[in-house]
């Protein structure tokens, strides 16, 4: 156990729909991430928030949004849904220290029928 | 751009045999991560190397990182079935905000 957790576990929607996927971070990390794993795309980086504000950028549509909250948490909205949105998405936490090892939530499997 | 390759993508192995996946990074780092998922699952950290001619051991897994030569290894030691599962190296780019670069993952299986 990683001590990030992610909810739902599980999600099942449909296209043109909107999903908001949470994450709260191990404590005392102060940056958090996500990332976006399919088959077809691999492992890829989404977007980077520390201490509530957004520090990196990724491949991150534009119908997608993030923000963290002051209480550390994270969420990722996903909007305007499409199949290929289908995948597994993962958030990170880092303490920033030397390391800055990322440990990962369990993830989210987002099913888009 | 900061890519990553690793390989052998896919990688069948007798138990009791030894092996090394290779993974290559195109520009300057100082930070390579090694990771480890199961089917399903999330993504466990297994080592971090911070600088050239760093080596970790965990058990049968050693990881280590050249960096001039832009490469890391992890290498397997007298596989045994538990450690079937994909191994992810992930390279932290130059500058102090750059994201982590996944390579795409060494599909492991070890078979009897």
């Known amino acids: 156990d990683s001590g990030v957790t992610q909810t739902p576990k599980h999600l099942i929607t449909a296209t043109g729909q909107r999903v908001t996927l949470r994450c709260s971070p191990r404590s005392g990390d102060l940056s958090v991430y996500w990332y976006q794993q399919s088959l077809d795309q691999g492992l890829q980086f989404l977007i980077q928030?520390?201490?509530?504000?957004?520090?990196a950028k990724g491949n991150i549509l534009e119908r997608f949004s993030a923000q963290q909250f002051p209480d550390l948490h994270s969420e990722l909205n996903l909007s305007s849904l499409e199949l290929g949105d289908s995948a597994l998405y993962f958030c990170?936490?880092?303490?920033?220290?030397?390391?800055?090892?990322?440990?990962f939530g369990p993830g989210t499997r987002l099913t888009v029928l | 751009e900061l890519k990553v390759e690793q390989n052998p993508l896919f990688l069948s192995m007798q138990e009791g045999k030894n092996y090394t996946i290779y993974c290559n990074y195109s520009t300057t780092s100082d930070r390579l991560y090694w990771y480890r998922q199961d089917p399903g699952k999330s993504l466990e950290s297994l080592f971090v190397l911070l600088s050239n001619g760093a080596v970790k051991q965990e058990g049968r897994l050693m990881a280590s990182l050249d960096t001039k030569a832009r490469l890391s290894t992890l290498h397997i030691t007298a596989a045994v079935h538990d450690l079937s599962a994909t191994y992810f190296c992930?390279?932290?780019?130059?500058?102090?905000?750059?994201?982590?670069?996944f390579g795409k993952g060494t599909r492991l299986s070890v078979i009897a």
């Open positions: 928030y520390y201490n509530g504000e957004e520090r």
């Open positions: 990170a936490s880092s303490d920033d220290r030397a390391a800055d090892t990322q440990y």
């Open positions: 992930a390279v932290k780019g130059p500058s102090g905000n750059t994201p982590l670069v």
